[in-house]
Every structure is written in structure tokens, then in C-alpha cells.
Nanobody, 121 residues
Framework: VQLQASGGGLVQAGGSLRLSCAASGGTFSSYHMGWFRQAPGKEREFVAAISWTGSRTYYADSVKGRFTISRDNAKNTVYLQMNSLKPEDTAVYYC???????????????WGQGTLVTVSS
């Protein structure tokens, strides 16, 4: 499956962005989906995950209550709604897909190219 992330940009602290990740080449509705991020000089970290049905979601503590992951299986797309953004949310955000992995593990089989989110103070 191929993943294409979009929606990143520059936003002021306290603002909002919605990231999208469009999938092609596979049965999207069969895949668990995740969002990860990597800030400059830091390791990639887990942000959020959603199960293949959308019935289960999981968030990193750092984004809980501010970010919402969702999916539209009819559009083969997963979203990350980011509210109350902070400068420390600045990172390249990656979407990922896997048939079996769900949650914080980075062992997803498929990864998008990343989209840059910059939050200014």
C-alpha cells in the first residue's frame, strides 16, 4: 500500500491543522493506521493510532485531548486533527499502515513520506 501525507504547514501556537493520509494500492479498510512524528535531532515518536474498523484509538500522552485521529474507509484516508498546537509539536509527521500492528510500536510495514508541521510561538 502507498501512503501520501498532506496538510502540514506553519501555524501559530494555539492554532489548528488537519493532516490527511491517502492510501492506495491496497485494501485500506484492512489496515490499522498510525501517525508518528520526528522533531529535528530527535527520534521518531508515536502520536496516535486507529484500528482498521475505527472502533479503537490510542494517543500519546503528549497529545491526548488535543489531537484526534479518524478514518474514512470509503475515501481510503486517515486524518489527524490537531488543536491547541504548541511549539513542541513541531515535527515531520508520518502516517503508517499495518495489517497487525496497532498502537505505539513503530513496526508498521508501510510509511508515507511525511509532512512538516511548524508551530511558531
Amino acid at each position: 500500500v502507498q501512503l501520501q501525507a498532506s496538510g502540514g504547514g506553519l501555524v501559530q501556537a494555539g492554532g489548528s491543522l488537519r493532516l490527511s493520509c491517502a492510501a492506495s494500492g491496497g485494501t485500506f479498510s484492512s489496515y490499522h493506521m498510525g501517525w508518528f512524528r520526528q522533531a529535528p535531532g530527535k527520534e521518531r515518536e508515536f502520536v496516535a493510532a486507529i484500528s482498521w474498523t475505527g472502533s479503537r484509538t490510542y494517543y500519546a500522552d503528549s497529545v491526548k485531548g488535543r489531537f484526534t485521529i479518524s478514518r474514512d474507509n470509503a475515501k481510503n484516508t486517515v486524518y489527524l486533527q490537531m488543536n491547541s498546537l504548541k511549539p513542541e509539536d513541531t515535527a515531520v509527521y508520518y502516517c503508517a499502515a499495518d495489517l497487525y500492528t496497532f498502537g505505539t510500536s513503530p513496526n508498521y510495514d508501510y510509511w508515507g513520506q511525511g509532512t512538516l508541521v511548524t508551530v511558531s510561538s
